[in-house]
């Protein structure tokens, strides 16, 4: 017995001793790994599913929050609230050495932040959080577990799936 790969149309070609060929397209291999008993052959055929990049895993988590949060009521505050404000606020104002992704730090961002609305960063910080708090505290266990995946390093398929596990259980009666 012999067998052949068509690349073309990826068909496995079994050829008996006594010239018998039996042709196995995509919609057969199982057929061909009961008839034949190799399933190493169908395996070795198969494209390997790409590894997703770091920043459609970043895409991915992002969009499992954003469902997640749009999932409660919110108020007109706590909309700036997410990302920065609440990385800032949870790092708290005193922090002058993490520098958050728009290049400043928790205690600059809140100072800038907090002058708009007369206070000072401190204020500010806890504004941010008790606005969050208001929104209800299963938002603020989604963002702070999003703030904790998304910047602990490289992004995996099982963290963003064990986030969005995270979020369907916070969200739930919502």
């Known amino acids: 017995m012999t067998i052949t790969f068509r690349t073309i149309d990826k068909t496995l070609i079994v050829t008996t001793d006594d010239g018998i060929a039996t042709e196995y397209g995509p919609d057969r291999y199982a057929q061909y790994i009961i ?7 169908v395996l070795a055929i198969q494209e390997p599913i790409p590894e ?64 708009h609305l007369d206070m000072t960063a401190d204020q500010f910080a806890v504004y ?16 702070a577990q999003y703030l904790a995946v998304y910047y602990d390093g490289p992004l995996t398929e099982q963290s963003v799936r064990d986030y969005q596990a995270y979020c369907a259980l916070r969200t739930a009666g919502y």
Request: aromatic letters at 4%; charged letters at 25%; hydrophobic letters at 35%.
């Open 35 to 41: 008839d034949t008993g190799r399933a190493e052959d």
């Open 52 to 115: 997703p990049t770091q920043d459609e895993l970043h895409t991915s988590i992002k969009n499992v929050r954003a469902a997640a949060l749009e999932k409660f009521p919110r108020n007109s505050g706590v909309s700036t609230v997410y990302e920065q404000n609440f990385q800032a606020a949870t790092l708290g104002a005193g922090d002058i050495t993490t520098i958050l992704r728009n290049g400043k730090t928790p205690a600059q961002h809140l100072t800038d932040f907090g002058v």
């Open 128 to 143: 941010v959080l008790a606005e969050n708090l208001a929104a209800g505290q299963k938002m603020s266990e989604i963002e």
